[in-house]
């Protein structure tokens, strides 16, 4: 028979007052079970411990043993440093740890509490391992992940990845995977697109809720001119506010006065394909649709587009309502939020060139 080798701190304090025979406490009965490592450690327990901390040392517990004639059980934790055995037993005995444990055994201490079922083990391994992750071992333990059913420190280990897939890519642990697990390496790669994509959709999503809000800015800067009047331009019944200094209300003001006397004097207009007159004829199209001043609005050509809309209600043009239904709930939100003032811009940044309103791609 060989010697036990001590190469651990065998949770020995927690046994010996049990195990130490006279001294033994009358409510802690001697070990009834051995745990052995790899190493040829011997680390004494109690079966009903283990068998109330894990149901698959339960289940082994419980199985009749190979070997009637020997007197104590013996259970064999292999694969695994002794050291790391010897920690993961004394857990099953009290949660307390030293933070140390969990980082220099957090791999192996999450190995065996996944396969023995221990689940709140389980759980601050994996945080502890996503604690101490880097580039060396990034891939090693997101293999680890993945076996040892730990969402949440997989998710950890492909963003470390997918955000540092250049120096990731030179590890040996990249290396290796990529010879030996081409499925994880294809998972990987995916996980990076997706990550991509969604960031291309966020920004994408970002860009667009800044044009409603400029759009909606536009609209209410196009009231202002036109029914109080603002620098140079205003209504017919207004004495135009002739100050030189620029509008205090809206940064786009100076942009869209400008936009206004260009319409009014443009000899191209929009049949003749002029682009600046085509997007004022786009804002004032998408002031008529959502305004509710009705006769008394003062915004140029506002009626006629409203009894032209009417008339058209039938020809529904799904993209147009849409823009209108999102500048409409943008400028909802800029008047619960309000919008920062923004630098002096040029109205023709609002509508982009590629917009073509009945032609928008989703
Ligand atoms: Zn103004
Ligand atoms: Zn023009
Ligand atoms: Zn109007």
Redesign the pocket.
């Known amino acids: 028979m060989e010697a036990p080798i001590h190469c651990a701190p065998a949770p020995d304090a927690l046994f010996k007052s049990a195990g130490g025979g006279d001294d033994a406490s009358p409510d802690f009965p001697q070990p009834d079970v051995q745990i052995l490592t790899s190493a040829g450690l011997r680390i004494p327990a109690h079966a009903a411990v283990l068998a109330s901390a894990s149901p698959v040392l339960e289940s082994i517990v419980d199985s009749p043993p190979k070997h009637s004639s020997s007197s104590e059980r013996v259970i064999p934790i292999l694969g695994v440093p002794c050291a790391a055995v010897a920690v993961f037993v004394r857990l099953l005995y009290s949660s307390r740890y030293a933070e140390d444990e969990l980082g220099k055994f957090g791999i192996h201490l999450l190995a065996l509490s996944h396969v023995y079922s221990v689940p709140t083990l389980k759980q601050r391994c994996a945080k502890a391992v996503g604690q101490n992750l880097t580039i060396d071992n990034v891939v090693d333990v997101l293999q680890l992940a993945r076996l040892c059913d730990a969402p949440d420190l997989y998710i950890k280990c492909m963003k470390l990845v997918s955000s540092n897939f250049k120096p990731v890519e030179q590890t040996e642990g990249w290396q290796f995977m990529q010879d030996h697990d081409p499925w994880l390496e294809l998972e990987i790669l995916q996980f990076i697109d997706q990550t991509e994509l969604r960031k291309k959709k966020a920004r994408r999503h970002r860009e667009e809720q800044r044009l409603y809000m400029e759009l909606a800015e536009a609209m209410d800067c196009l009231e202002h001119i036109c029914t109080e009047g603002c620098t140079s331009v205003g209504p017919y019944d207004v004495e135009p506010n002739r100050k030189s200094q620029p509008c205090s209300k809206f940064s786009t003001c100076q942009g869209v006065q400008l936009l206004i006397k260009h319409f009014a004097a443009c000899k191209k207009r929009v049949n003749g394909g002029c682009s600046r007159c085509k997007r004022m004829w786009q804002l004032l199209r998408l002031?008529?649709s959502i305004?509710d001043?009705h006769d008394s609005?003062k915004?140029p050509l506002?009626r006629q587009f409203r009894l032209k809309m009417q008339q058209e209600e039938k020809g529904d043009d799904t993209l147009w309502k849409l823009l209108v239904r999102k500048v409409v709930s943008a400028r909802v939100m800029s008047t619960l939020s309000p919008f920062a003032k923004r630098k002096r811009e040029d109205i023709e940044r609002m509508l982009p060139p590629q917009m073509n309103w009945t032609h928008q791609a989703k």
């Open positions: 002031h008529a305004c001043q609005c915004v506002c």
